[in-house]
């Protein structure tokens, strides 16, 4: 692996790069790095040019508290790194945070992805009741008058490293992973980042999106665990039921960090997904074959729908 910065928005933003063939870009999600990665980073890049960054904000990128994280601009961002990075065509890879951008992103940008794959996110919905209100409160404390010294107040890398302490204690995560996910938040510009990227998120639904799915033309997996504690099972099964080209794997033993959790089946599907037999399909966007049914796995185990 080799490891360079570009900088977005004049910011810099840490790139990991190996291995050569069809570019993959694997997108992190809140309070993740590239770390959250790891297992299946090298094993793609025997097959294919993968990349992974700190997304602006996030592990060791740097922390711009001055910059707009709203939506629009966060997938500008985006549009700009695949391009600076030459990865058109792509596998794009998303979870969490980097799961909402990478859905936005497929029906905005569809002509540059080979295919789309979705990992835990809120895509067209939004978290379970009690994150909603813990997100809009974040929200709400990054618009209030000196929102920066609350924010430097908040003990938010104790918060976040509870948040994490299921996954340490199954050994899911390492003190090292998890030091590198909310260590940063104990500075002054980590917190003044997150103060900021909160004041500018949208906890709801973001318009557009879901009337945006019947419409997508990008072939899509969908891997989820099933045990997430912030997000309802419902999403992902509605998401494959309304994109016309969607496969679907649910982990019933895995939560919300899934390439954490189930990191060989991941792998598997991503894998699988990619070397597809693409002319076996019914049907051609361009030269790329459309999955025509979705496919629920449950606990591995892969059967038509």
């Not at 058109?88 to 540059?112: F, I, N, T, W």
């Not at 419409?215 to 045990?227: E, F, P, R």
């Not at 990619?274 to 076996?280: K, T």
Request: glycine share 10%.
């Amino acid at each position: 692996m080799r490891s360079y910065t570009i900088n977005i928005d004049n910011t810099r933003v840490p790139v990991y790069e190996s291995g050569t063939g069809e570019n993959v870009l694997l997108l992190h999600g809140y309070m993740g790095s590239h770390l959250s990665w790891r297992h299946q980073f090298d094993e793609l890049a025997k097959s294919y040019r993968t990349v992974a960054v700190d997304w602006l904000g996030w592990g060791d990128s740097e922390k711009n508290p001055d910059l707009d994280y709203s939506y629009d601009t966060e997938l500008r961002r985006l549009r700009q790194l695949i391009q600076e990075l030459n990865l058109k065509p792509l596998h794009l890879v998303g979870h969490d945070y980097g799961g909402l951008m990478s859905l936005g992103y497929a029906q905005r940008h569809a002509e540059d992805l080979l295919d789309l794959t979705l990992l835990n996110n809120k895509a067209h919905k939004t978290f379970r009741p009690l994150w909603v209100s813990v997100f809009k409160f974040m929200n709400l404390l990054g618009r209030v008058p000196g929102w920066k010294a609350i924010y430097r107040a908040l003990p938010l890398a104790a918060v976040h490293r509870a948040m994490t302490l299921p996954e340490l204690r199954r050994g899911v995560m390492s003190p090292e992973v998890v030091e590198n996910y909310c260590g940063w938040m104990k500075r002054a510009d980590g917190s003044e980042y997150l103060g900021k990227f909160m004041a500018d998120y949208r906890v709801g639904s973001k318009n557009g999106l879901a009337e945006g799915l019947p419409h997508m033309k990008t072939d899509t997996l969908i891997l989820w665990g099933v045990k997430d504690r912030y997000l309802s099972a419902g999403i992902p099964r509605e998401l494959a039921q309304r994109i016309p080209n969607a496969e679907l794997h649910l982990y019933d033993d895995a939560g919300h960090f899934v390439p954490e959790e189930a990191p060989e089946r991941v792998l598997h599907d991503l894998l699988a997904f990619f070397r597809r037999e693409r002319g076996a399909r019914t049907g051609v966007f361009g030269q790329r074959p459309v999955v025509a049914a979705a496919r629920v796995s449950a606990g591995g185990r892969t059967r038509g729908r």
